[in-house]
């Protein structure tokens, strides 16, 4: 083998590891920041995929009664992106509103903006079903 070979060879090696090292740092960022949230309540969770900077994952906790105690997100695709608390949702504060008001709201839009929203719109969704299923167990289907 060539020394130029040799050291992008190196390089290759140098940088998957840095992407294992990176990958392993965000998913412990991601079950801290479940155990946090779910600490105040049933959880969750929803994600938008986008390209490079649009991209971000919700979790949401609610009460037994469907009102919100509690949410984070992480914004953006690189290793560095950390989990921040949500306060606000759709220019109002989440904390203390009803999952089933947001989820009303959110269906009215549009399309297009509903993509927009769409990692918090599966969040709430998922809250909605499990609800649904706690409340109707008769209709779940066993295979």
Known sequence: MSRDLM????????????QMIGGFLQIRRYRNAV????????????QKRG?????????????SKHIITG???????TIFAQFHPITELLGKPM?????DDYLLEFREMPDRKQKFYRGYINALEALEMRFEREEHPETIEED
């Not at 050291?7 to 840095?18: E, G, N, Q």
């Not at 390209?51 to 009460?63: E, K, L, P, R």
């Not at 949410?71 to 695709?77: K, L, P, R």
């Open 51 to 63: 390209w490079f900077f649009n991209s971000y994952v919700v979790i949401i906790a609610c009460d």
């Open 95 to 99: 904390i203390g509103r009803s999952i």
């Open 7 to 18: 050291i992008l060879f190196a390089i290759a090696m140098a940088l998957m590891v840095m």
């Open 35 to 46: 155990s946090r949230v779910h600490k105040l309540g049933n959880v969750g969770m929803g």
């Open 71 to 77: 949410g984070e997100a992480m914004t953006g695709s």
